[in-house]
């Protein structure tokens, strides 16, 4: 008996599979790409004080942020205690620029992986997600200094607009992580000699498959450069402090004060206004009470940072920062010249003065002219 007729071509069983998810053309560059997730790589045993600098690796697609997930590991016995800024002061400065050597992120790890998450709208949205030690990635700190955070580096501020392409090996962004020593980290330093695993991933949108579309307004970014106000603020002073020059369309202002010893405390004083200015005009004119219950509405019910403020011009849609739901239809448009300012007439008591106020602001730069509306309904 021959079988030869039960028997496929070489070539029919060599086929790939069919895409079966492919949409049909037309619409918006989120109908036709997937959103997928991807390794970057796992840096192990980084001594505090140290620094990463590995390379990112392509994916065949945009990049719409950096998961990171840092673990300490190493110390021992009972009595590590942990500073204030602690854990998430992990890192002394974290820079991610774009192919081109432009900063997207640069400032400190507990403005990147604590304030840009509860603020920016990013990652985690304001049912309490915005707050790192709510993920269950997190694992808090034990009596021999060990714990884990989890955040993100967002590019995408709404769906599918400001991500970077990643398809390109030889035009890739750049991520550094400089590691706080332990001094900085620990109040009582752990036993042990503890180390730091990193572990990077990317969120990204597949290029998608069969028809030619890209994201809205590539090359669109948004950058959070951390910068100092002038001038500093003494101790029940009346100061109108300057931001450096912006430009482009503000989306979040985070206001993060110090002191002279670096200890973050409130320099807001309850019982007189607080105004920020845009040219000399009072844009907001407001108690202070008055923006701390702005900040419960438009971020959820997630505690106030002691020392840190923060104005969204996230909310077209609601009261609320609603994350990558945002039209843009309320950024605040800004160019070189233009000049912020805050004041307060007088500042609060600072125990240890002068003190420094730094501006942590998210700065859209489009590519062409800003994108605003819900294009893909």
Do not use: C
Not at 197 to 203: G, I, N, R
């Amino acid at each position: 008996m021959s079988y030869n007729n039960q028997m496929g071509s070489a070539q029919e069983a060599g086929r790939p599979q069919p895409q079966t998810s492919v949409e049909s053309a037309g619409g918006p560059f989120i109908r036709h790409s997937q959103r997928g997730r991807a390794p970057q790589y796992v840096v192990s045993g980084t001594s505090l004080g140290g620094i990463i600098t590995q390379p990112l690796v392509a994916r065949p697609g945009y990049f719409a942020n950096f998961r990171v997930t840092q673990a300490v590991s190493g110390g021992t016995g009972t009595s590590a205690v942990l500073n204030a800024d602690a854990p998430t002061n992990l890192n002394s400065l974290i820079t991610l620029k774009d192919a081109f050597g432009t900063p997207l992120i640069v400032a400190d790890g507990f403005t990147v992986s604590n304030l840009i998450g509860i603020y920016a709208g990013g990652y985690g949205i304001n049912n309490g997600t915005n707050l790192y030690s709510n993920l269950p990635g997190y694992s808090a700190a034990t009596s021999a200094g060990n714990f884990t955070i989890d955040y993100a580096l967002p590019l995408e501020f709404a769906r599918g607009y400001g991500v970077l392409s990643g398809a390109n090996a030889s035009l890739l962004p750049t991520l550094q992580f400089n590691i706080n020593s332990s001094s900085a980290i620990y109040g009582t330093a752990p036993g042990g000699t503890p180390v730091v695993q990193t572990t990077v991933d990317s969120d990204f949108f597949w290029l998608p498959e069969g028809v030619a579309v890209e994201p809205p307004g590539l090359g669109t970014t948004r950058q959070f450069i951390q910068q100092q106000l002038n001038p500093l603020i003494s101790s029940n002073a009346s100061a109108r402090l300057q931001f450096p020059r912006l430009g482009g369309y503000l989306d979040t202002i985070i206001l993060t004060f110090r002191d002279s010893t670096n200890a973050r405390v409130d320099p807001y004083n309850t019982a007189s206004r607080f105004q920020l200015y845009v040219d000399g005009v009072p844009l907001i004119d407001s108690t202070v009470n008055e923006i701390y219950d702005d900040m419960w509405i438009a971020f959820g019910a997630v505690a106030r940072p002691t020392g840190v403020l923060s104005f969204s011009r996230k909310t077209s849609l609601n009261q609320q920062s609603l994350g990558l739901l945002d039209t843009g239809e309320v950024y605040l448009s800004t160019n070189p010249g233009t000049l912020l300012e805050i004041n307060q007439s007088p500042w609060a008591t600072i125990t240890n003065s002068p003190g420094t106020m730094t501006a942590t602001v998210g700065q859209i730069v489009p590519t062409g002219a800003i994108i605003q509306g819900l294009p893909e309904v």
